[in-house]
Protein backbone atom coordinates (compact mmCIF):
# COMPACT_ATOMS: atom_id res chain seq x y z
CA UNK A 1 0.00 0.00 0.00
CA UNK A 2 2.59 2.59 1.05
CA UNK A 3 4.54 1.48 -2.22
CA UNK A 4 1.82 2.58 -4.25
CA UNK A 5 1.14 5.98 -2.54
CA UNK A 6 4.34 6.41 -3.19
CA UNK A 7 4.04 5.95 -6.70
CA UNK A 8 0.65 8.23 -6.75
CA UNK A 9 2.88 10.94 -5.24
CA UNK A 10 5.80 10.51 -7.50
CA UNK A 11 2.92 10.54 -10.26
CA UNK A 12 1.23 13.85 -9.37
CA UNK A 13 4.45 15.39 -8.55
CA UNK A 14 6.05 15.02 -11.92
CA UNK A 15 2.75 15.54 -13.97
CA UNK A 16 2.19 19.12 -11.86
CA UNK A 17 5.94 19.97 -12.77
CA UNK A 18 5.51 19.15 -16.48
CA UNK A 19 2.13 21.33 -16.38
CA UNK A 20 4.37 23.77 -15.20
CA UNK A 21 7.25 24.21 -17.84
CA UNK A 22 4.36 23.28 -20.40
CA UNK A 23 2.42 26.71 -18.89
CA UNK A 24 6.09 28.24 -19.18
CA UNK A 25 6.41 27.17 -22.57
CA UNK A 26 3.18 28.73 -23.56
CA UNK A 27 3.89 31.98 -21.48
CA UNK A 28 7.06 32.15 -23.87
CA UNK A 29 5.75 31.34 -27.30
CA UNK A 30 2.29 33.82 -26.98
CA UNK A 31 3.94 36.35 -24.16
CA UNK A 32 7.36 36.99 -26.30
CA UNK A 33 5.78 36.11 -29.84
CA UNK A 34 6.16 40.39 -30.70
CA UNK A 35 10.33 39.29 -30.18
CA UNK A 36 9.93 36.39 -32.50
CA UNK A 37 12.38 33.30 -32.26
CA UNK A 38 15.61 35.21 -31.02
CA UNK A 39 14.12 35.61 -28.10
CA UNK A 40 10.92 32.52 -28.04
CA UNK A 41 13.55 29.95 -29.42
CA UNK A 42 16.34 29.67 -26.71
CA UNK A 43 12.92 29.84 -24.11
CA UNK A 44 11.06 27.54 -25.52
CA UNK A 45 14.40 25.25 -25.63
CA UNK A 46 15.56 25.78 -22.53
CA UNK A 47 12.26 24.67 -21.05
CA UNK A 48 12.53 21.27 -23.16
CA UNK A 49 16.37 20.99 -21.65
CA UNK A 50 14.87 21.93 -17.58
CA UNK A 51 11.69 19.38 -18.33
CA UNK A 52 14.18 16.47 -19.45
CA UNK A 53 16.58 17.64 -16.61
CA UNK A 54 13.56 17.89 -13.39
CA UNK A 55 10.78 15.24 -14.85
CA UNK A 56 12.81 13.40 -16.96
CA UNK A 57 12.96 12.49 -20.87
CA UNK A 58 8.98 11.29 -21.10
CA UNK A 59 7.34 13.99 -19.27
CA UNK A 60 10.10 16.79 -21.71
CA UNK A 61 9.07 14.62 -24.93
CA UNK A 62 4.87 15.49 -23.85
CA UNK A 63 5.92 19.12 -23.38
CA UNK A 64 8.06 19.14 -26.67
CA UNK A 65 4.94 17.73 -28.74
CA UNK A 66 2.62 19.83 -27.31
CA UNK A 67 4.50 23.05 -27.74
CA UNK A 68 4.22 23.28 -31.82
CA UNK A 69 1.04 21.54 -31.93
CA UNK A 70 -0.52 24.42 -29.63
CA UNK A 71 1.18 27.07 -31.23
CA UNK A 72 -0.60 25.88 -34.82
CA UNK A 73 -4.01 25.88 -32.60
CA UNK A 74 -3.68 29.42 -31.90
CA UNK A 75 -2.10 31.01 -35.08
CA UNK A 76 1.46 31.53 -34.16
CA UNK A 77 2.84 28.37 -36.43
CA UNK A 78 0.66 29.07 -39.54
CA UNK A 79 1.48 25.90 -41.46
CA UNK A 80 -0.22 22.30 -39.95
CA UNK A 81 2.74 19.65 -41.89
CA UNK A 82 5.14 21.70 -40.38
CA UNK A 83 4.12 20.67 -36.85
CA UNK A 84 5.20 17.02 -36.76
CA UNK A 85 8.43 17.96 -37.75
CA UNK A 86 8.98 20.26 -35.21
CA UNK A 87 7.46 17.95 -32.09
CA UNK A 88 9.93 15.54 -34.05
CA UNK A 89 12.83 18.27 -33.85
CA UNK A 90 11.85 18.32 -30.05
CA UNK A 91 11.71 14.86 -29.46
CA UNK A 92 14.90 14.81 -31.07
CA UNK A 93 16.54 17.08 -28.71
CA UNK A 94 15.33 15.56 -25.79
CA UNK A 95 16.52 12.60 -26.48
CA UNK A 96 19.91 12.91 -27.45
CA UNK A 97 20.30 15.52 -24.39
CA UNK A 98 19.15 12.30 -22.12
CA UNK A 99 21.23 9.57 -23.72
CA UNK A 100 24.28 11.60 -23.29
CA UNK A 101 23.10 11.94 -19.93
CA UNK A 102 22.74 8.01 -19.65
CA UNK A 103 25.73 6.94 -21.59
CA UNK A 104 28.65 9.06 -20.68
CA UNK A 105 31.56 7.80 -19.20
CA UNK A 106 32.65 11.23 -17.73
CA UNK A 107 31.76 12.20 -13.89
CA UNK A 108 31.54 15.41 -14.39
CA UNK A 109 27.83 16.53 -15.00
CA UNK A 110 28.74 20.01 -16.35
CA UNK A 111 30.61 18.36 -18.52
CA UNK A 112 27.63 15.65 -19.96
CA UNK A 113 25.37 18.00 -19.91
CA UNK A 114 26.99 20.27 -22.50
CA UNK A 115 27.84 17.60 -24.46
CA UNK A 116 24.22 16.47 -24.27
CA UNK A 117 23.23 19.75 -25.12
CA UNK A 118 25.53 20.12 -28.10
CA UNK A 119 24.48 16.84 -29.09
CA UNK A 120 20.56 17.57 -29.01
CA UNK A 121 21.04 21.07 -30.45
CA UNK A 122 22.61 19.22 -33.69
CA UNK A 123 20.66 16.42 -33.83
CA UNK A 124 17.38 18.78 -33.58
CA UNK A 125 19.04 21.29 -36.26
CA UNK A 126 20.15 18.73 -38.63
CA UNK A 127 16.31 16.83 -38.62
CA UNK A 128 14.68 20.13 -39.35
CA UNK A 129 17.07 21.44 -41.51
CA UNK A 130 16.62 18.21 -44.07
CA UNK A 131 13.06 18.27 -43.43
CA UNK A 132 12.07 21.70 -44.57
CA UNK A 133 14.04 21.70 -47.76
CA UNK A 134 12.89 17.74 -48.34
CA UNK A 135 10.09 16.36 -46.50
CA UNK A 136 7.93 19.53 -46.15
CA UNK A 137 7.50 19.65 -49.99
CA UNK A 138 5.45 16.73 -49.96
CA UNK A 139 2.71 18.17 -48.07
CA UNK A 140 3.19 21.90 -48.95
CA UNK A 141 4.17 22.47 -52.77
CA UNK A 142 5.70 26.06 -51.83
CA UNK A 143 7.28 25.73 -48.89
CA UNK A 144 8.09 30.33 -47.81
CA UNK A 145 11.53 30.96 -47.80
CA UNK A 146 10.89 32.71 -44.16
CA UNK A 147 9.92 29.05 -43.13
CA UNK A 148 13.10 27.54 -44.63
CA UNK A 149 15.33 30.31 -42.96
CA UNK A 150 13.29 29.54 -39.58
CA UNK A 151 13.97 26.07 -39.31
CA UNK A 152 17.26 26.14 -40.08
CA UNK A 153 20.76 27.12 -38.85
CA UNK A 154 18.67 29.56 -36.22
CA UNK A 155 17.44 26.49 -34.70
CA UNK A 156 21.42 25.36 -33.74
CA UNK A 157 21.65 28.92 -32.19
CA UNK A 158 18.16 29.19 -30.24
CA UNK A 159 18.54 25.22 -29.04
CA UNK A 160 22.44 25.78 -28.13
CA UNK A 161 21.54 28.92 -26.18
CA UNK A 162 18.49 27.57 -24.75
CA UNK A 163 20.35 24.52 -23.30
CA UNK A 164 23.32 26.77 -21.88
CA UNK A 165 20.29 28.92 -20.04
CA UNK A 166 18.92 25.84 -18.68
CA UNK A 167 21.85 24.41 -17.83
CA UNK A 168 22.68 27.60 -15.89
CA UNK A 169 18.95 27.45 -14.02
CA UNK A 170 18.96 23.90 -13.25
CA UNK A 171 21.90 23.93 -11.18
CA UNK A 172 20.99 26.65 -9.28
CA UNK A 173 17.08 25.39 -8.96
CA UNK A 174 18.24 21.50 -8.23
CA UNK A 175 18.83 21.77 -4.53
CA UNK A 176 15.28 22.89 -4.02
CA UNK A 177 13.98 20.71 -6.67
CA UNK A 178 15.31 17.53 -4.16
CA UNK A 179 14.08 19.39 -0.87
CA UNK A 180 10.01 19.04 -2.49
CA UNK A 181 8.38 15.37 -1.67
Known sequence: MQKQQAKKQFTIKYLSRTALLLALALVFQIGFSQFAQPVVGPLVNMTLFLATITVG??????????TPLIAFMIGIMPLFPVVFFIMIGNIILVTLFSLVQK???????????????ICGAVGKFVFLAISV??????FIE????HLVEMLTLPQLYTALIGGALA?????????????IK
Do not use: E
Request: proline share 6%.
Open 133 to 138: RYFVTL
Open 142 to 145: QVPP
Open 167 to 179: LFIAKRIQPYLNK
Open 103 to 117: FSKTNKDIIKQSIGV
Open 57 to 66: TMYAIIVGSL
